[in-house]
């Protein structure tokens, strides 16, 4: 079992860049598929990436370009860069851990396995 928990939201404007943290405890961080997600107001979660125990990331279209995944394993910890961030980037994001190496497609739809509790990205335009 694995534990996560986010930092670095905050209030940026439009095109400005933000990183997020995200610290996992845990001895088989390594071996878990990690995976940020979001979630704007009143709308449902949105997959943003995932990235796998093999080294490969996959994007959802909305962010690719923009956003950029990086895991620092000396120190259980993933981060996500954000830049070029846009009013509609606005969300509660969350880090998020699995056990398994699934598809993408199977995450976007079903999620991961540990969630943290997020945090909140506010983009003014």
């Known amino acids: 079992q694995v534990q996560v928990a986010e930092s670095g939201g905050g209030l940026v404007q439009s095109g400005g860049s933000l990183r997020l943290s995200c610290a996992a405890s845990?001895?088989?961080?390594?071996?878990?598929?990690m995976g940020w997600f979001r979630q704007a107001p009143g709308k449902e979660r949105e997959f943003v990436t995932a990235?796998?125990?093999?080294?490969?990331?996959y994007y959802a279209d909305s962010v690719k370009g923009r956003f950029t995944f990086s895991r620092d394993f000396a120190n259980n910890t993933v981060y996500l860069q954000m830049n070029n961030l846009r009013a509609d980037d606005t969300a509660v994001y969350y880090c998020?851990?699995?056990?398994?190496?699934?598809?993408?497609?199977?995450?976007?739809?079903?999620?991961?396995?540990?969630w943290g509790k997020g945090t909140l990205v506010t983009v003014s335009s």
């Open positions: 990235s796998w125990r093999g080294g490969g990331t």
């Open positions: 998020a851990a699995d056990g398994s190496e699934r598809r993408a497609t199977w995450y976007s739809n079903y999620g991961m396995a540990y």
């Open positions: 845990g001895r088989t961080f390594s071996s878990y598929t």
